[in-house]
């Protein structure tokens, strides 16, 4: 994981939390979309974020909802997305 990855990906889960009036902290292994923190349209969002911030490409590797639920597997996912690439 490049330095500054976690902090993105934390700034972006969290304003989408804001805009859900949820301001509460979160751990970087806590389930965001398992526990309904994050919902559908969410993860729509996510997944653009991730394409257009850090060059994921979905039709290159396997699109999972699970893979979204905290900021440990997003890191995953990208880091696995950059091994591909």
């Given at each position: 994981?490049?330095?500054?990855?976690?902090?993105?990906?934390?700034?972006f889960?969290?304003?989408?939390?804001?805009?859900?009036?949820?301001?509460?902290?979160?751990?970087?292994?806590e389930?965001?979309?398992?526990?309904?923190?994050?919902?559908?349209?969410?993860v729509?969002?996510?997944?653009?974020?991730?394409?257009?911030?850090?060059?994921?490409?979905?039709?290159?590797?396997?699109?999972d909802?699970?893979?979204?639920d905290?900021?440990?597997?997003i890191e995953?996912?990208?880091?696995?997305?950059?091994?591909i690439?």
């Open positions: 994981m490049a330095s500054g990855d976690r902090t993105k990906i934390r700034a889960l969290g304003g989408m939390l804001a805009e859900h009036d949820d301001h509460a902290d979160f751990a970087d292994s389930s965001l979309v398992a526990t309904g923190r994050l919902d559908s349209l969410a729509v969002k996510l997944v653009t974020f991730l394409e257009s911030g850090f060059g994921v490409d979905f039709t290159r590797i396997e699109f909802p699970q893979r979204f905290s900021v440990v597997e995953a996912l990208i880091d696995e997305s950059r091994a690439n």
